[in-house]
């Protein structure tokens, strides 16, 4: 009698060569108040995070603490600055700044005036939403010069790291257009993960491999907030 030959499902398993990316989104910010403008860098509002940002930072890093993980990187704004630091500590590594992952410009309602706008209803804030476009806002980044400066950071941190692990803290925004990319989409479809949420991304050449996406089992019900616009 000839052996009967059993054929397991496989699991995934990096590709040779290919870098994976942890995606984290920065903890929750300050808020934003009336008549007290975030400061700016680079055009950008940069508020630090919130005490409850502070506290996903801690948990975040209890959280991947243990990875192999061979670098980090942020942004120039401080919020993705703050939430790596509990890790990079942890890990005894320094985090590098890629400018090209820094949040979509906002134009004219950069400082906080998106909030505002968001919560208020602002006709060009539903405008942005049903259009999927954050370039309705006067004066925003074009969409396409978003999507090419976004891809062109994650294909330069991949290659940097071939069979490695690397943590990349950025922004709602940019989260939502890197794995909008990897899914061969447009729009919003990703955009609005939580504060400290992680996404995990497979880069392998050409191929982006999306394996999760806002992953907030290490914060808690206590600490995580609904789903929002990015900054």
Request: hydrophobic letters at 40%; charged letters at 25%.
């Amino acid at each position: 009698m000839s052996e009967v030959r059993e054929y397991r499902q496989s699991r995934f398993q990096r590709p040779p060569g290919a870098c994976e990316l942890l995606l984290v989104r920065h903890g929750e910010s300050a808020p934003a108040r009336d008549g007290e403008p975030f400061p700016l860098v680079d055009g950008h509002g940069d508020p630090e995070l919130a005490p409850n940002g502070r506290e996903q930072a801690l948990r975040l890093a209890d959280r991947l603490a243990h990875e192999d993980i061979s670098a980090i990187y942020v942004t120039p704004l401080r919020r993705t600055q703050q939430t790596a630091a509990p890790l990079a500590a942890r890990l005894g590594i320094e985090p590098r700044v890629e400018p090209d992952l820094r949040e979509v410009h906002l134009g004219e309602w950069e400082g906080g005036a998106f909030r505002r706008h968001v919560a208020e209803g602002h006709p060009i804030a539903r405008r942005m939403f049903a259009e999927e476009r954050w370039d309705v806002i006067p004066g925003a980044e074009p969409t396409e010069a978003f999507a090419a400066r976004v891809r062109g950071a994650i294909t330069r941190i991949a290659a940097r790291h071939p069979d490695e692990t690397v943590v990349v803290v950025s922004h709602g925004g940019v989260i939502g257009q890197v794995l909008a990319m990897a899914a061969r989409t447009t729009g919003f479809v990703f955009t609005g993960s939580d504060n400290a949420a992680i996404s995990h991304l497979v880069v392998s050449g050409d191929r982006w491999i999306i394996r999760r996406f806002n992953d907030t089992a290490h914060l808690g019900l206590a600490l995580t907030t609904a789903p929002q616009p990015p900054t």
